[in-house]
């Protein structure tokens, strides 16, 4: 009730969210002005409507304005008479933000905006601009009579189902396409018998994974390697075999053919995306959409594609918002859309609905159809229609009004792969989408500016931007970004290639220490650099490892790039570590503190060890004709899509 009943008041797709739910619930038609029972229940409808506008009223500002002290305690800081530049940042206590009330010296960020009050007042704005509409329609709603709440719920139904009705048509017979031939999916044995053996283990550890999985999990979406048994997050609702799906190109390059063979054959049996699930329309278009269109380019099995462009097919509904951004989950039987409640106010999330260009393109492409390009292009559209506050793009948009919410920027979670997508969007046209490429190298150039920094030690990392305020954290997660840097270093402007060579060499290192300055050398979920520490998780919440993938995403672009061997060297650590303290009889596991001497186990295998982590760091050990990076895009969980050069002009996009 807290998540569905925020959504009435915010737009009308959102509104026939709810409504199709309760009516769903309450046997829809079949009970319409049939007595008083019937009258009692859409009483309590309105009841309902009444009592979720009064609680959006009392508890938005929470929900806008999360760390709205630390924007307070930014006016304060903005008055303080203690301000030193960045360039003299040394941390160390009083370096937080947060310490600002306490009315000790502190100092604001070169480059953040110079006035918070500035950026609270628009925050303020915002959220009086929502609250006012949100209102407004509670207010229209409630001026109609039960019986017309009622039918409009049944129309928006009837609506959602017919056109859902007329996609599926439209899909069921795919045109031949013309499939590149595959440059480097399968390739020699390095020559090198210490690489060559390497390269071995880890595709052990890849049998050891996936058995495991298969012995214990089969047809699940993941394993529990210490209890023996399925896990399921609620990413996937109920969508089933994740993790199958997730490693179907990884046992494609290891060439783990019989394994290949039975995780298509499930595919073929099982895979079954006709259930009534709430699914993660990010984590499904990433792991399953990006998982089925890999297999395809590197098999040509056309099981694979049908079963794509189905799964695509059923995840246009979450479009259909005022502003175009899709909604982050998507009822897939019922077609219906909301937000997390817990993203400023059900705002959409950038790293979420900006990554799912690749793919959509890829399955106009395999589709003949140019409605997944014409969506995702749409994003874009608002995007670049938006104002950036210093250039940068906040982590949440509304997909009603198709503004801002939170002045919140992240190149870690919330945000990260939006701007790997900018970069892989032009590289995997072939270079001709110079849109994406600006996009990209202007925000890498607002990063810089406000979000990077240099540690007393002479540490970089990307720190966190709230309101125009930094806060010096970095997240496993945003360690992928030395890759990115030096992936798109190549076609940077004048002069610049080689600076963005060196901020890939220096996150890598940043992230390489994250790993170093811990017990089980595996890096920590976030680490900081204040309160007197560099590269250290300083909160119990931010010591776990999970077996993510981005530091070594970064040694491996960074090997592709430089050959310079410290990266096989550090990813050989990793590999070591991962055998010493997450490997169990049952497979892998998480680590709930990478800081102890003793592994504490979260229990999970998760789907992306087999897809990233393995696959990354087996390409570290082979030569670079395996998968040319020339050739081949990594989408944001490691699956393989091909450079669409002159054929992309099939699937043109109508960019009205
Ligand atoms: C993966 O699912 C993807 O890499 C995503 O972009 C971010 N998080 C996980 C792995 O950490």
Redesign the pocket.
């Known amino acids: 009730m807290p998540v569905g009943g925020l959504l009435p008041l915010f737009s009308s797709p959102a509104g026939s969210g709810l409504g199709g739910g309760l009516g769903g619930g309450g046997g829809g038609s079949g009970r319409k002005g049939s007595g008083p029972a019937a009258f009692r229940l859409t009483e309590k409808f309105v009841l309902l409507l009444v009592f979720s506008a009064f609680i959006t009223l009392c508890f938005g500002a929470i929900f806008f304005l999360p760390d709205s002290s630390k924007l307070l305690s930014g006016v304060l800081f903005h008055s303080s008479p203690a301000l030193q530049p960045a360039a003299d940042h040394k941390p160390g206590p009083g370096a937080r933000a947060e310490d600002a009330a306490d009315g000790r010296a502190r100092r604001v960020e070169e480059g953040a905006p110079g006035d918070p009050a500035a950026a609270l007042e628009d925050n303020l704005a915002r959220i009086r601009e929502n609250h006012e509409r949100a209102l407004r329609e509670a207010k229209e709603t409630l001026q109609k009579l039960p019986e017309e709440i009622q039918r409009d719920i049944l129309l928006e139904k009837e609506k959602v189902a017919e056109e859902q009705r007329r996609d599926r048509s439209v899909f069921r017979k795919l045109p031949p396409v013309y499939l590149m031939p595959l440059i480097g999916p399968v390739d020699q044995e390095p020559t090198d018998a210490a690489v060559r053996n390497k390269r071995a283990k880890i595709k052990e550890m890849m049998k050891h994974a996936w058995n495991n999985y298969k012995r214990y999990a089969w047809g699940q979406n993941e394993l529990k390697p210490v209890s023996k048994e399925g896990h399921s997050s609620s990413l996937f609702g109920n969508f089933k075999g994740a993790t199958i799906v997730d490693a179907l190109d990884t046992l494609f390059i290891m060439e783990m053919k019989d394994e290949f063979e039975e995780a298509k054959s499930w595919v073929e049996e099982n895979l079954n995306f006709d259930v009534n699930a709430e699914v993660s329309v990010f984590e499904v278009n990433?792991?399953f959409v990006g998982g089925l269109l890999s297999a395809y380019y590197l098999s040509g099995e056309e099981i694979f594609r049908k079963k794509a462009v189905e799964l695509g097919v059923k995840l246009l509904p979450a479009f259909r918002t005022p502003s175009g951004i899709p909604w982050a989950l998507l009822n897939i039987k019922s077609g219906i859309g909301r937000n997390w409640p817990w993203a400023s106010g059900g705002s959409s999330i950038l790293a979420e609905f900006g990554?799912l260009h690749l793919e959509f393109i890829h399955l106009s492409y395999l589709s003949g159809n140019p409605i997944f390009a014409e969506k995702v292009m749409n994003i874009r559209r608002v995007l670049n229609n938006l104002e950036k506050p210093q250039g940068l793009y906040p982590n949440y948009l509304n997909p009603s009004s198709g503004q801002w919410a939170q002045y919140h920027v992240s190149v870690g979670g919330l945000g990260?792969?939006f701007y790997e997508y900018l970069l892989k969007s032009w590289l995997m046209s072939d270079k001709t989408d110079l849109e994406a490429k600006k996009m990209y190298f202007d925000a890498v150039k607002a990063i810089e500016t406000h979000l990077i920094r240099k540690s007393s030690n002479g540490l970089t990392y990307i720190a966190e931007w709230k309101g125009g305020l930094l806060e010096h954290k970095m997240g496993h997660?945003t360690c992928f970004a030395g890759g990115m840097f030096a992936l798109g270093a190549h076609d940077a402007p004048k002069g610049l290639t080689e600076h963005y060579l060196q901020l890939g060499t220096e996150i890598a290192r940043t992230c390489h220490e994250s790993y170093n300055r811990t017990f089980m050398k595996l890096g920590p979920e976030a680490f900081r650099f204040d309160g007197g520490v560099e590269a250290i998780a300083t909160r119990q919440n931010e010591k776990y490892y999970i077996l993510?993938?981005?530091v070594v995403e970064t040694y491996m672009y960074m090997w592709r790039l430089t050959h310079d061997p410290k990266y096989r060297k550090w990813a050989w650590e990793v590999v070591e570590a991962l055998e010493n303290h997450c490997r169990l009889k049952g497979g892998y596991s998480g680590l709930r503190d990478v800081y102890l001497s003793r592994e504490s186990y979260d229990d999970v295998q998760q789907s992306?060890f087999l897809a990233?982590t393995l696959k990354y760091l087996y390409l570290i050990f082979s030569d670079d004709d395996l998968l040319p990076l020339k050739h081949w895009i990594f989408n944001?969980?490691a699956h393989l899509l091909p450079v669409l050069s002159n054929n992309i002009k099939k699937a043109e996009v109508n960019d009205q």
Do not use: M
């Open positions: 990433i792991r990554t990260d792969s997660l993510r993938p981005e992306f990233e944001t969980e």
